[in-house]
């Protein structure tokens, strides 16, 4: 599993012209899944996530009771060490991506953070601005 975390002062996400999910003061997480992924992963990621002291004073979104947007991204995946056309391979298809991703969620609801998240596999608008910026790569 794979995350890309930014702390942002707002994010969110639009589906075919509605906002479905967004935030304010917290985390962006970007989510990449890969064949190996199963519920533990997901739920390592998610403390390791909520507890990253990337915040304002070494905080994290737990200290600061600071909500997170989750957004599926197939694209972390992407291998392009060959040609210019990058690979998904790596890539989790989406029967065992999405729950996954859900598992994800779930982990944060379940330690007291308020979650939002885009929807698995539709084109997403997603809009942020990030701040510091603050940008932490998580690879599990």
Known sequence: MRAVVQTVSRASVTVAGEVVGEIADGLLVLLGVTHTDDAAT???MARKVYELRILDDERSAADAHAPVLVVSQFTLYGDVRKGRRPSWTAAAPGE??????TVFAEALRARGATVATG???????VESVNVGPRTVLIDL
């Open 119 to 125: 929807v698995f596999g539709a084109h997403m608008l």
């Open 96 to 101: 065992l991506a999405e729950p996954m991703v």
């Open 42 to 44: 997901a739920e390592t």
